[in-house]
């Protein structure tokens, strides 16, 4: 249960006074729904409001606070502004104002009245002028205009003073909570307490104090990584403590299936097979990533572990994110196991019935030595006669849950984890704690390389000529759509857009799928496309993640200076999978600014997953690197992984010494500890603390 100390950080920002569904959305898309988001979301620069010059002092453009005495407006017209004539002691000045509605103006400015009014002034034929003033304000509020004020990002149907204003009653709200970081590293970095803090982040009084390594900065910053950090260690504690037992494979059957592939593995395979066995084969239990870009030989790897556990007499399972990807698995792995006499069974959502129980028995009585499917694998009669490892693809898909109550189906079950997202090795530690990891950083041999051209959006029509002359060579394309900021809607029109057009050239044999489908409309659109059925399936950036049709050999990427590099990376990796020569076209717009110029060409010059996340990080600094899904890093709100690198380093001590001390978090200090993992929504590894 979240400690009631919280419970006025996480009521809804509709709980704030003045916020309706309106202000309520919009706050939602800028900052999360609940209050803690919202003070979560930091200033990202400040005005100063504090000079209050005479008009007649004026002498060059700045921001600057002015107490004026309104004399007339001016309504405008025919492409001249609306004019507000004011003036102090000293001498007048105009306020310029443009689309803007009379009425309202003058409720604002009424003549006669006096007024402070905060802007940026400028100079239009040598005389200082103010437009659009940012606060507009009766002159007994000087006080709190004149000031230091933040700037925070904003989004459509938000103002910086609603924001402001909404920010501050948020802030109000913010209890005292008991402290849970070590006292003597708190001293020792001269950090304040949490709320003073995050009160002091919200209050920066100059440029220095944006810095992360700013001391309010800081000790957010380190918050959040030891609650995450912490989160990781209990749940890997939970996972060991429990036991391993060795599982020792006889190696028969794994010769047999490498005899059987008509490839040999490479080095990488080999190394990571390696540690995979010795892990297995040790009373420890295993929790070990395999990461490896999408098509580097996961699979196979993980097949080759399985056969181990079979030919110990005991079962393995492999649970995937999707159906589709579950079906893809299965054909490859039934395809080599069939020749071994192992029997391999699928389960999914889908299995009901006669034929779902018969399955069920025959992985309960050990008939079926690997099973795979989706999360139906966890379903509460699934039952193993002796479950030894638990392989799950695209480990960022599930949560830990679902991870848990796979490896809850045996004793000391090993647990082996992929991902297809290469993350660079200094962020390693931050994503996954210092979990085991295995690296394929080699791809198989003979792939022939994507031939990756850019081109000019002018030339589109020449794009598509092509793809009239691939299709009549039988060839299948992928045409990706590109994400518009802020709004999933318009990412939707684009498509259909495209989709319409494409579809009136090529006829109807174009596909669309995008996010708003559901599930099994989504597979039944790919399935298509994976059948032949269609030559070109138009997306938005949903393509599911590891499928494969090793017939698609074009992708287009349309507006590619909009991508981020790990994006285009795993987009284009859909393409290349097959024995034919792959091409993706990267359509870009110009003028293009240096990184996207930079990020194009990088992606033209290499396929390398490991090397294009290294060189992401270097271009954009982990502050951009976060909150994109595609960088498989959690979404950070304070911390910065890199430039907190520090930070991190000693986070992840400080949460393993804690684990090792206090594991079930019982300490005057665990139980502030506790707060701050609910603070950081770590709530599952709560549930995971050993109890008594
Ligand atoms: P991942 O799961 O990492 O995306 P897969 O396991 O699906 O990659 O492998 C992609 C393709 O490469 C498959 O068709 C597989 O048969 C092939 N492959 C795997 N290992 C090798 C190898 N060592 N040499 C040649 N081909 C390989
Ligand atoms: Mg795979």
């Not at 994110?321 to 889908?350: K, M, S, W």
Request: hydrophobic letters at 40%; a neutral charge; charged letters at 25%.
């Amino acid at each position: 249960m979240r400690p009631p100390s919280l419970e006025t950080l996480f009521q809804p920002v509709s709980a704030l006074a003045g916020v309706g569904t309106h202000l309520s959305k919009a706050l939602t898309r800028l900052a999360g729904p609940e209050i803690v988001d919202l003070v979560s979301h930091l200033p990202v620069g400040l005005i100063d409001r504090r000079y209050m010059p005479k008009v007649a002092e004026l002498d060059h453009a700045c921001m600057a606070t002015l107490e004026l005495t309104i004399e007339k407006h001016e309504p405008g017209g025919r492409g001249r502004p609306y004019k507000v004539r004011c003036r102090d002691e000293t001498k007048f000045i105009d306020l310029v104002f443009f689309n803007v509605r009379g009425p309202y103006l003058l409720k604002q400015l009424p003549i006669g009245a006096k007024r402070l009014v905060s802007g940026k002034i400028d100079f239009f034929h040598g005389l200082p002028q103010m437009a659009h003033p940012d606060a507009i304000l009766p002159v007994s509020e000087r006080e709190r205009i004149a000031t230091i004020q933040p700037v925070y990002r904003l989004t459509a149907g938000l103002t910086p003073a609603m924001l402001d204003k909404m920010m501050r009653a948020a802030l109000v709200r913010v209890p005292e909570l008991p402290e849970w970081q070590d006292q003597e590293l708190k001293r020792r970095r001269g950090w304040s307490g949490w709320r003073e803090a995050l009160s002091a982040v919200h209050r920066p009084e100059s440029e220095a104090e944006l810095l992360p390594d700013a001391p309010a900065r800081q000790r957010l910053a380190y918050d959040e990584l030891l609650a995450h950090q912490l989160a990781l260690a209990l749940i890997r504690e939970q996972h060991r403590r429990s036991g391993g037992r060795p599982t020792l494979g006889s190696g028969k059957l794994k010769a047999a299936a490498i005899a059987a592939l008509p490839y040999a593995l490479t080095g990488a395979q080999q190394r990571a097979l390696g540690e995979i066995e010795r892990d297995m084969a040790s009373s420890q239990r295993m929790l070990r990533l395999l990461q490896g870009d999408v098509g580097s030989g996961k699979t196979i790897v993980a097949l080759l572990a399985m056969l181990s556990a079979v030919e110990a007499g005991r079962q393995a399972a492999l649970m995937a994110p999707t159906e589709l990807l579950a079906r893809q698995h299965f054909a490859t792995i039934d395809l080599i196991c069939e020749r071994l006499g192992v029997r391999v069974d699928l389960l999914t959502g889908r299995d009901k019935g006669k034929r779902r129980d018969e399955l069920l028995t025959a992985v309960a009585d050990g008939r079926a030595g690997i099973l795979i499917g989706t999360h139906a694998l966890v379903q509460e009669d699934v039952a193993f006669a002796d479950l030894a490892l638990a392989v799950v693809d695209e480990q960022h898909r599930f949560g830990v849950d679902e991870r848990s109550q796979l490896t809850a189906k045996g004793r000391g079950v090993d647990a082996l984890v992929m991902s297809a997202t290469p993350i660079p090795r200094s962020l390693t530690l931050a994503a996954y704690g210092d979990m085991d990891v295995s690296r394929l950083d080699q791809k198989p041999p003979g792939r022939t390389p994507v031939d990756t051209r850019t081109v000019p959006i002018e030339r589109l029509d020449e794009v598509v000529d092509g793809l009239d002359r691939a299709i009549g060579g039988g060839a299948r394309i992928y045409w990706v759509c590109p994400l518009i900021e802020g709004s999933d809607d318009s990412d939707l029109a684009a498509a259909r857009e495209r989709h319409a057009m494409l579809r009136a050239r090529f006829g109807e044999r174009v596909g669309l799928i995008h996010g708003r489908m559901k599930g099994p409309e989504r597979d039944a659109v790919m399935s298509a496309f994976a059948e032949g059925a269609l030559d070109l399936l138009v997306a938005t950036t949903v393509i599911e993640v590891g499928v494969d049709v090793p017939e698609a050999t074009i992708m287009v990427i349309e507006h590619a200076e909009r991508f981020g590099l790990a994006q285009l990376h795993q987009l284009r990796g859909r393409v290349g999978r097959g024995r034919d020569k792959s091409t993706c076209l990267l359509v870009y717009a110009g003028p293009l600014g240096e990184t996207a110029r930079e990020r194009l060409s990088i992606i033209r010059k290499t396929e390398d997953g490991f090397r294009i996340a290294e060189e992401d990080l270097r271009l954009r600094g982990a502050g951009d690197l976060l909150g994109t899904r595609q960088s498989g890093l959690p979404d950070f709100r304070f911390a910065d992984p890199i430039r907190h690198g520090d930070l991190l380093a000693i986070a992840a001590d400080d949460a393993r010494l804690i684990v090792e001390r206090d594991p079930g978090l019982t300490s005057g200090r665990g139980q502030a500890l506790r707060t701050l993992l609910y603070l950081f929504r770590r709530d599952q590894a709560v549930r995971y603390l050993r109890s008594g």
